[in-house]
């Protein structure tokens, strides 16, 4: 696999070492070229603190500042303007080594330093996937094939491309060996208290915990292997990457955080109270239950929309099943609402009728579709094409498996891991259900299931399907009929309040009072609502007998 190769590569790759022992204010020059150039800084020389914006390359190419391939963009590093930190040993020498070179700050003083002399300080990994470097690395791609086309041509010129190629993929891969610091305190005890264990999978055990500084509820995934020299790194650093650029959707698991402990990586995710869906298919079929239409229409546009989103994000899943489809019932109190969706074409179900949520997660296998580095998910979700190793549309490769998803819950049999059956499956031939389903939805999901990708609807195109928008139009009616109910009885309160008002302007004046005399029984505010003739004054009204009440209408049952 490319990941492992990857891996080799590491040393080579990109470190950037952050030294924040001399900044301050902004220098103009600090955007020059020479200042990502490959330096080395000895720490104790005191000329090493005056220097200026540094990025330790170990790698021979040179790399435009306006086009650098940390998730950290340069103009962020200078806006950032990163000053002291007392407690950094780094600050603390430079300090005391400036005190005796000059008492004036030189330029590069002021800036921030990015330096790499110590084994200490964590290097900043290339994520992946990034806008910029999966361009880079379709770039790269378009030029591997350029170069597989060229490859009757000269051997010179091909060992010097193999040597270009190999210091392209150490530019754009991860670097191994700083992704994992090991020199970090038990940051899971300090921070969060464990409930419970929640599941355990192929990779790591996941836990139920609290954050002690919030008070929510968090799931945190440790990997069970340890990190170092294993694949799993890669596995686990895949996770995050892809995480850290998905961001936020109602239908994805949300992530928070990630450390490496003890060799070992943590993930800090959302947690969803309903577990997975896979525990809920388990349940009802102990029950000699399954999922019904509009519930597994329901399910299939609400992870159609999680999957539109990865995929207009340029990225594929690669495993999608029901252990790793997550169900929240209620919104959790650490991830906002539950149907901020940042699309308006999907702000569906800010509130589903169903009260259910379901949230794409375990990222472990994501890629993306440009420069895919294919890691096979669960083989019974496997589509063909991916299994010959065809990747030109890989997003219908998740489509497929949410196809077979959608008929377990519908009460599908246990699908085959391999064999006959399994090819069976993938010639478009639907398991046999429990239940009969509306021709619209059975056509629909043999669709999904085609042998040829390009037959399978997109995810966009389902979010936007009929058959499931009619799903959407019902819950959307059913609001509607609620908020009509409201509105009625409003109406109704108002008609009443005024005829009581009307009656109380034509019922018989009392007799006038000498000045200044309140009858017995009735408050002053009161008796001035009647001053004007017996009027009401204009913003009050007249509610019941006589008592006097400020109005305000609010819209819609809101
Ligand atoms: N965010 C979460 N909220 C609630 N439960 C979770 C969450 N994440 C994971 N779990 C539980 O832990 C189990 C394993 O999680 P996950 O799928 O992330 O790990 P995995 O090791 O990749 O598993 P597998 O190899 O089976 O896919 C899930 O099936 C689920 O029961
Ligand atoms: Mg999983």
């Not at 239409?293 to 609400?302: K, N, S």
Request: glycine share 6%; hydrophobic share 30%.
């Amino acid at each position: 696999m490319r990941w492992s190769k990857m891996a080799g590569l590491n040393e080579k790759a990109i470190q950037q070492h952050l030294n924040f022992s001399s900044c301050g204010e902004e220098d103009s020059s600090d955007s020059s070229v020479e200042d990502w150039a490959l330096i080395s800084v000895p720490l104790r020389s005191p000329s090493s603190t005056c220097r200026t914006p540094r990025v330790q390359r170990h790698h021979a190419r040179g790399v435009s500042p306006s086009a650098p391939t940390s998730p950290i963009p340069y103009s962020a590093w200078r806006k950032l303007r990163l000053c002291d930190s007392p407690s950094t040993p780094k600050s603390l020498l430079s300090k005391s080594a400036l005190s005796y070179s000059s008492t004036k700050p030189c330029r590069s003083q002021r800036l921030l330093c990015l330096s790499s002399t110590s084994d200490r300080v964590p290097g900043v990994n290339v994520n992946p996937f990034t806008p910029d470097t999966v361009r880079r690395n379709g770039e790269h791609c378009k030029r591997k094939s350029r170069r597989s086309d060229c490859d009757d041509e000269d051997d010179g010129h091909r060992s010097k491309e193999a040597h270009t190629s190999s210091e392209d993929e150490s530019y754009f891969l991860p670097s191994k060996r700083p992704a994992v610091p090991a020199l970090m305190l038990s940051r899971f005890e300090s921070e969060f208290l464990e409930l419970g264990r929640i599941g355990v999978g192929e990779f790591g055990a996941v836990y139920r915990c609290v954050k002690r500084l919030d008070g929510c509820m968090y799931a945190i995934k440790r990997l069970r292997r340890p990190l170092a020299g294993s694949s799993n790194e890669q596995l686990a650093l895949k996770e995050v990457y892809a995480h850290a650029v998905l961001g936020h959707h109602p239908h994805v698991v949300r992530y928070y955080s990630a450390w490496a402990e003890d060799d070992h990586m943590i993930i800090q995710n959302e947690y969803c109270d309903g577990g997975s869906l896979l525990d809920v298919i388990t349940e009802k079929e102990e029950q000699g239950e399954f999922f019904r239409e509009p519930e597994l229409r329901d399910l299939l546009l609400q992870v159609s929309m999680g999957l539109k989103y990865i995929h207009t994000s340029g990225l594929v899943h690669l495993d999608i099943k029901p252990s790793n489809i997550f169900i929240c019932y209620r919104p959790s109190c650490s991830t906002g609402a539950v149907g901020d969706s940042e699309e308006e074409d999907d702000s569906y179900p800010s509130s589903p009728s169903s009260g259910v949520v379901y949230k794409i997660g375990d990222l472990g296998h994501v890629t993306s579709v440009s420069s895919p580095q294919v890691e096979e998910g669960d083989s019974r979700f496997l589509a063909g094409e991916v299994l010959h190793e065809d990747y030109t549309q890989l997003p219908k490769a998740d489509i497929f498996a949410l196809g077979l998803t959608v008929l377990l819950a519908a009460g599908a049999p246990p699908l085959p891991q391999n064999g006959d059956e399994w090819h069976h499956l993938r010639q478009a031939h639907l398991p046999s259900l429990p239940q009969e389903l509306m021709p619209h939805l059975r056509n629909l999901l043999q669709m999904m299931l085609d042998p040829d990708p390009a037959v399978r609807p997109s995810a966009s195109a389902l979010c936007k399907h009929p058959v499931l928008r009619r799903e959407r139009a019902g819950k959307l009616a059913a609001q509607l009929r609620r908020e009509l109910n409201v509105e009625k009885f409003r109406t109704a309160m108002l008609e009443r309040e005024l005829q009581e008002a009307r009656l109380a302007a034509t019922s018989p004046q009392p007799p006038p009072l000498p000045s200044g005399q309140i009858p017995s029984g009735q408050p002053s505010s009161t008796s001035s609502n009647f001053s004007a003739g017996s009027l009401p004054k204009p913003g009050r009204r007249l509610v019941g007998r006589s008592v006097a009440r400020s109005m305000s209408f609010g819209c819609l049952g809101r």
